[in-house]
């Protein structure tokens, strides 16, 4: 039996679970991700029809103006504008409008009855509107399992308690 002296390879010396945690170490985890120019690029080919699906999507049923008007959308940046128009699409294709979102967040959060809150709501932007809209579905949505767990967890009273309340 012969044995080897010579030095071991890297994959015997670490155990392979903490070689993932090494960055270094794989190539696949070191993937960049494509940039805001190259996106565009991408998918809508030139930064001014990014600017036009914008406008197409911005109507007075989703969008507050608050863009300079000296300015306009062409002076915004790529990443702003891709966030834009995918907030934008996204509340157009779940909710149709600012108002229906509105109130869909005033129900999830069982104010649907408070104007103060309405007129609030109002006023904040859309991404920040979808933002809150998602953060009250998930309390939601957390709250109803809790309820479930606590209604599933009750133990029935005792024999003996319900003989002695008798």
């Known amino acids: 039996m012969s044995v080897s002296l010579g030095p071991l390879p890297l994959s015997q010396m670490v155990p392979e679970e903490s070689m ?5 170490w794989r190539r696949t985890e070191n993937i960049m991700a494509n ?17 036009e699906a914008v406008q197409k999507l911005a109507t007075d049923a989703l969008w507050l103006d608050r ?10 940046s790529n990443a702003k504008l891709l966030r834009l128009h995918a907030s934008l699409e996204d509340a157009k294709g779940r ?21 103060g809150y309405k007129t609030r709501l109002s006023a904040y932007p859309l991404p920040r509107l ?22 599933a967890k009750t133990p029935a009273p005792a024999k003996k308690a319900q003989a002695k309340a008798k």
């Open 35 to 51: 940039s805001p120019l190259s996106l565009v690029k991408e998918k809508f080919e030139t930064k001014a029809k990014l600017v």
């Open 20 to 24: 993932r945690s090494w960055g270094q």
């Open 67 to 76: 863009v300079n008007a000296d300015k306009g959308l062409g002076r915004i």
């Open 130 to 151: 979808i933002e809150l809209h998602d953060a009250a579905a998930k309390r939601a949505t957390a709250a109803k399992k809790r309820a479930a767990k606590a209604g």
């Open 95 to 115: 909710f149709g409008s600012r108002a229906k979102l509105i109130d869909a967040i005033r129900s999830l959060e069982k104010r649907s009855k408070d104007d």
